[in-house]
Nanobody
Framework: QVQLVESGGGLVQAGGSLRLSCAVS????????FGWYRQAPGNQRDLVAT???????NYADSVKGRFTISRDSAKNTVYLQMNSLKPEDTAVYYC?????????????WGQGTQVTVSS
């Protein structure tokens, strides 16, 4: 089992910055990919960024050059640094952890943290 707790969301003006944190506990050694996803009202949950245990990162085109995902293994925490925020970044942001299985994988989710960007 894995538990994820997000923090750091809030209200910010366009052009501003926020840093989200995701505290990870439980079977952390089994996780091979950590990620951030977001969901705006009426929309599906979309990938924002992922990072593997070997620190390979992947970003959605809409956030490339503005967002940075990182991980502090000593603190069991995953971060999402968000700069140059836009109103369209407004959404609930969810932390995700993936554990591979013999077939498929188990996905774990946090409760989400609201990010609101005002114009």
């Amino acid at each position: 089992q894995v538990q994820l707790v997000e923090s750091g969301g809030g209200l910010v003006q366009a052009g501003g910055s926020l840093r989200l944190s995701c505290a990870v506990s439980g079977s952390t050694s089994s996780i091979n990919v950590f990620g951030w996803y977001r969901q705006a009202p009426g929309n599906q949950r979309d990938l924002v960024a992922t990072i593997t245990r070997s620190a390979i990162t992947n970003y959605a085109d809409s956030v490339k050059g503005r967002f940075t995902i990182s991980r502090d293994s000593a603190k069991n925490t995953v971060y999402l640094q968000m700069n140059s925020l836009k109103p369209e970044d407004t959404a609930v942001y969810y932390c995700n952890a993936r554990i591979p299985l013999a077939r498929g994988s188990n996905n774990y989710w946090g409760q989400g943290t609201q990010v609101t960007v005002s114009s």
